[in-house]
T-cell receptor
């Protein structure tokens, strides 16, 4: 049973399109995160949700919007995709946000914007 | 905001060697994470530690809170240990902040 699963694993799309990446965790964790890994393999946090509340919102463009229908899911919706959005996006979860408990990562979703 | 420095950035060693990867940070923290990213891209959490030392198999992580420094050691290294190792700390030392990540250490163990 996969602890943190995200779909799709690969996504190729045109500039200007809108796309979503879904994430689900079956660990019962109360905090979920989205991270972006750029071409230099540098990880940076984008958002986290704790009990359906956004508790971090890094300086990411407002074209990115996290949506959490329940505490097991945190989806990432991206509007008007740009070339610079091409990256690998990782979902993760942990128990507790202060400090963040042990992190469990999804396998990553590689987004390519053409 | 916490700054994280890892060293070395790249490390190539022979199978069986003892490996040390270092991580320094600028703001006092409650806990530090060591992550491993496999060549296939997946990321797994190796350790979360707030003091002293933790051991898991051939991996050992230590932290010195006063010196704001942590090390990850691999004993009897093996080619399957080849991966990127990433250190992560809370962004501003505590509170409801995310993690800030080091740039990673790319480790290659040659047979």
């Amino acid at each position: 049973d996969t602890a943190v699963s995200q779909t799709p694993k690969y996504l190729v799309t045109q500039m200007g399109n809108d796309k979503s990446i879904k994430c689900e965790q079956n660990l019962g964790h109360d905090t979920m995160y989205w991270y972006k890994q750029d071409s230099k393999k540098f990880l940076k946090i984008m958002f986290s949700y704790n009990n359906k509340e956004l508790i971090i919102n890094e300086t990411v463009p407002n074209r990115f919007s996290p949506k959490s229908p329940d505490k097991a899911h945190l989806n990432l919706h991206i509007n008007s995709l740009e070339l610079g959005d091409s990256a690998v996006y990782f979902c993760a979860s942990s128990q507790g946000d202060y400090p963040p408990g042990e992190l469990f990562f999804g396998e990553g979703s590689r987004l390519t914007v053409l | 905001k916490n700054e994280v420095e890892q060293s070395p950035q790249n490390l190539t060693a022979q199978e069986g060697e003892f490996i040390t990867i270092n991580c320094s940070y600028s703001v006092g923290i409650s806990a530090l994470h060591w992550l491993q990213q496999h060549p296939g891209g997946g990321i797994v959490s190796l350790f979360m530690l707030s003091s002293g030392k933790k051991k898991h198999g051939r991996l050992i992580a230590t932290i010195n809170i006063q010196e704001k420094h942590s090390s990850l050691h691999i004993t009897a290294s093996h080619p399957r240990d080849s991966a990127v190792y990433i250190c992560a700390v809370p962004e501003s030392g505590g509170g409801a902040d995310g993690l800030t990540f080091g740039k990673g250490t790319h480790l290659i163990i040659q047979p």
